[in-house]
Every structure is written in structure tokens, then in C-alpha cells.
């Protein structure tokens, strides 16, 4: 039984699989998944995909129902990868987000293109947790999000 309780980490075969879109954070922890040879790294972003797996088809759900999508998934992409003062966090022992075992692949690594791809996956997680709490404040519980952070976005495609 995994300590993770909801999830559990996707299999090897999944993290050789190739996507269509290079762009979601599926194919950054499978690139983080090859770059390393350190089974603990491994594990966590086997565990980590199937998260962020989970986080992109509530999006892809919430999308078709609720608002066309735009750009795909290119509007998660990390116009910067996060602070590193983002990736010192340390929330309390078995808290287990996909952000927290993110960091933790961070910490377990002194390779610097793995702590960056680290970085970047850790801005895309956010930035979809972002919007999923959006859904959730106004299309699920119909309650005005107070910090709209796609209103700008909105406002632009429309030319306004």
C-alpha cells in the first residue's frame, strides 16, 4: 500500500509513453523521469505524473464544460521557472501534493538542468491549481472569485 493514499504512482511503461504535446507537465516529469538514474527521483515523478495526469483532465473537463480552451495546455507553460525561495517550502511530514513531491525531487538532486526542469513543473503546477480553484470559487460554487487572474486574459483575447 503506498503512504500516498489517493494516488499511486503511474507505471514504468506510462513514463515511456510519448504525448502529442510536449507542452503539459506530464512531459516535463517524464523528462525529469529520464535525466536522473536516482530510483527515489523516479518514484516521486512516477507519483508526481499521475497527479499532474489527474490535474490536467479536471482542466480538460472544466474547458469543455464551462469555457472553450484557448491555447491548450501552453497557457500553463511557465513564462518562469519558480523562485527557488518557491522550492524551499516545507510543509508538514505527509502532506503529499504534487507541488511538495516536486520540491522534494528538487532537494534530492545537485544536478542543475533537473532542479530547473524541476522549477518549471513546479510554475506549471501552480499556475493550474490557480485555475482550478477558479472553477471551483465560480462555476462550482458559483461564488465570485476575489483575484481573477484570467480576467486580464479574457479581456485581451477579446480585443477589449
Not at 520540491?103 to 545537485?110: E, F, N, P
Request: proline share 5%; hydrophobic share 30%; net charge positive.
Amino acid at each position: 500500500m503506498s503512504p500516498y493514499k489517493r494516488y499511486q504512482p503511474v507505471s514504468e511503461e506510462e513514463m515511456n509513453k510519448r504525448m502529442k504535446n510536449d507542452n503539459t507537465i506530464c512531459n516535463f516529469l517524464r523528462a525529469i523521469y529520464h535525466a536522473t538514474t536516482e530510483e527515489t527521483i523516479r518514484l516521486k515523478c512516477r507519483l508526481a505524473f499521475a497527479m499532474g495526469k489527474s490535474m490536467c483532465n479536471k482542466l480538460m473537463y472544466y474547458h469543455e464544460t464551462f469555457e472553450p480552451l484557448r491555447n491548450g495546455f501552453n497557457q500553463f507553460l511557465a513564462k518562469e521557472p519558480a523562485p527557488e525561495s518557491d522550492m524551499d517550502i516545507k510543509r508538514w511530514e505527509g502532506h503529499h501534493s504534487i507541488c511538495q513531491t516536486i520540491r522534494d525531487m528538487y532537494h534530492l538532486t545537485d544536478d542543475s538542468d533537473i532542479r530547473m526542469k524541476c522549477r518549471i513543473a513546479m510554475a506549471m503546477t501552480k499556475a493550474m491549481n490557480n485555475r482550478l480553484q477558479y472553477y471551483k470559487h465560480v462555476y462550482i460554487e458559483h461564488i465570485p472569485h476575489p483575484n481573477n487572474p484570467f480576467e486580464e486574459s479574457k479581456n485581451e483575447s477579446n480585443g477589449s
